[in-house]
Nanobody, 127 residues
Framework: QLQLVESGGGLVQSGGSLRLSCIAS????????IGWFRQAPGKEREGVSCISDRGRPGKFVDSVKGRFTISRDNAKNTVYLQMNNLKPEDTGVYYC????????????????????WGQGTQVTVSS
């Protein structure tokens, strides 16, 4: 049974950095794209970044381009989201999820294809 656990969130000042980890257990993620999503209070959950199974350069929502990077270590069954130059508007609960369509060339930032979600990790950026 696949489980995803996010970690690495916390409270950081504007301009700071955090690295989030999405660790999978119970199933290998190496054939699947992984997405990172976030949800701010009172807002819809939005796609932040995703990475295909083949580790091609990830996709990013416009608001984080140039500040966030995504990577994966299939040997550790882990996907990372490095977040630099954080801004207050990056505040929210960050979730990772698996796109169960195997061997995708291009990952997606919309929620539809994703199933199995972690419990989320809180990121709070103070101004």
């Amino acid at each position: 049974q696949l489980q995803l656990v996010e970690s690495g969130g916390g409270l950081v000042q504007s301009g700071g950095s955090l690295r989030l980890s999405c660790i999978a257990s119970g199933y290998s993620l190496e054939r699947y794209a992984i997405g990172w999503f976030r949800q701010a209070p009172g807002k819809e959950r939005e796609g932040v970044s995703c990475i295909s199974d083949r580790g091609r350069p990830g996709k990013f929502v416009d608001s984080v381009k140039g500040r966030f990077t995504i990577s994966r270590d299939n040997a550790k069954n882990t996907v990372y989201l490095q977040m630099n130059n954080l801004k207050p508007e990056d505040t929210g609960v960050y979730y990772c999820a698996v796109d169960w369509r195997p061997l995708l060339e291009n990952c997606a930032l919309d929620r539809g294809p994703y199933g199995i979600w972690g419990q989320g990790t809180q990121v709070t950026v103070s101004s």
